[in-house]
């Protein structure tokens, strides 16, 4: 792993660009120029106040912003909303340098669209993270943009290293990676939400069902992470022939979670190609 990464800019620190901006802090890289973030309210901006090395800008306050934080980085990561991305694009061409990788995280935008707003030319990386690079543990789908060189993509994929896994897939399959790891946590806490009212109406207080349901999701996943056995393997281990969880997983395959979750995804995935149409 690298013990360096270029100057940072967060062009919209939000749930997502907050995160991977957390992450990198807490993993403790060093950033060379330091990491500048904006946002559009003083209150989202005292939010990464005193955290190390990092200069938080509300637009409320300092309407330049964007233009002062791209033109002291060497990757820039948009992390506004997908509608968002043309102004802000827009905004931030003139003060961008030849070599200034700007990074993504825009669900459906296109790189075409980058192309569009920057020119054929920009050096631009689609990432597509998660919110667990919060805590380092997010994963990160990357695809580079023509323009880009293998020294940008070997950058890119640094920074998001210190905050977790990265997979590389073309352009053609990132909207199919966001319907699986971007959108996945939101799937796992409504598992944890749902779980936890069958414990309340079992009768268990509040504070008690989320102690079992969430220590049981983390154990499980701490597991499947120190064991590598298959998942299949360790639920056979819970799962004592002709004993109480066979019951209760068979009423689950019943509920048919193969088909609910293809579905799932692609109804993310058609969200994501009304986005990339401007929708
Ligand atoms: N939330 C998630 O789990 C994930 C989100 N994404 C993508 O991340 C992007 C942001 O989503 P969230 O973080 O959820 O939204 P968010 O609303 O939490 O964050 C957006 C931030 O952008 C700031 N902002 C708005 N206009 C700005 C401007 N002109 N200049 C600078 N900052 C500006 C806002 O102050 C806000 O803090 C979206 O494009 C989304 O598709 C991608 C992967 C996962
Ligand atoms: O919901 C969204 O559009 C974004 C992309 C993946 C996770 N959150």
Redesign the pocket.
């Known amino acids: 792993m690298a013990d360096s990464l270029p100057s940072l800019a967060f062009?919209?620190?939000?749930?997502?660009?907050?995160?991977i901006l957390r992450g990198v802090v807490a993993s403790g890289i060093h950033v060379d120029g330091g990491i500048t973030a904006?946002?559009?309210?003083t209150e989202?901006a005292e939010a990464f106040q005193g955290l190390a090395g990092v200069t938080s800008i509300a637009?409320s306050d300092r309407p330049e912003?964007?233009a002062e934080a791209v033109a002291g980085a060497r990757i820039v990561l948009v992390?506004?909303?997908?509608a968002?991305?043309p102004?802000?694009l827009r905004?931030i061409a003139p003060h961008l340098a030849a070599d200034t990788i700007v990074v993504s995280?825009?669900?459906?935008?296109t790189l075409q669209t980058f192309a569009d707003v920057l020119g054929a030319d920009a050096r631009v990386i689609r990432s597509?993270?998660?919110?667990p690079s919060t805590v380092r543990k997010g994963v990160t789908g990357l695809a580079a943009g023509t323009a880009a060189t293998a020294d940008d993509l070997t950058l890119v994929r640094r920074l998001f290293q210190t905050v977790g896994a990265v997979v590389e897939v073309p352009e053609s399959q990132i909207d199919a990676l966001?319907t699986i790891s971007?959108?996945g946590?939101?799937y796992v806490y409504l598992l944890i939400e749902e779980f936890t009212k069958a414990a309340v109406d079992m009768g268990f207080p509040e504070s008690d069902a989320r102690l079992m349901v969430e220590q049981t999701f983390i154990g499980a996943t701490a597991l499947l992470e120190d064991s590598g056995e298959e998942p299949a393997e360790l639920r056979r281990r819970v799962t004592s022939p002709k004993g109480t969880t066979e019951r209760a997983v068979a009423v689950l395959q019943d509920a048919h979670l193969d088909r609910t979750f293809a579905d799932a995804a692609a109804a993310a995935l058609a969200r994501a190609r009304e986005l990339a149409a401007g929708a």
């Open positions: 062009l919209g620190a939000g749930s997502m660009g907050g995160s904006t946002n559009r309210t989202k637009l912003g964007n992390g506004v909303k997908p968002m991305v102004d802000l905004e995280v825009a669900a459906g935008v597509m993270p998660n919110t966001s971007g959108s946590p939101a």
